[in-house]
């Protein structure tokens, strides 16, 4: 499954849950404290909690993605990661 294919599962199926609150902050807490416990979890060895970490971490980032207008986070990703790898070519 690509990543754009998962933002669209994702968003229809989890991010529109009358449960899930609908807001940015929200996000960005709930993102702050996936990566907490995935940064936790690589320390301590515990690779059973690391994707399940990632998946959470995910989510909120789709859930911004979407409060933005981002339609094609996969484009997105790889047009930002091209622009680090250019600027990391140019400094060295």
Sequence with gaps: MT???TYKKVS???LSH???KHD???AFL???ESATKLWQATINQQ???APSCAAAALISVFYVMRELGIENPEECLK???DELN???LEKN
């Design 79 to 81: 047009q930002r990661l």
């Design 47 to 49: 690779k059973d909690k």
């Design 24 to 26: 940015v902050s929200s």
């Design 30 to 32: 709930s993102l702050h």
């Design 3 to 5: 990543l754009n294919e």
């Design 18 to 20: 009358a449960s899930v």
């Design 86 to 88: 250019l600027d990391n």
């Design 12 to 14: 229809e199926g989890i």
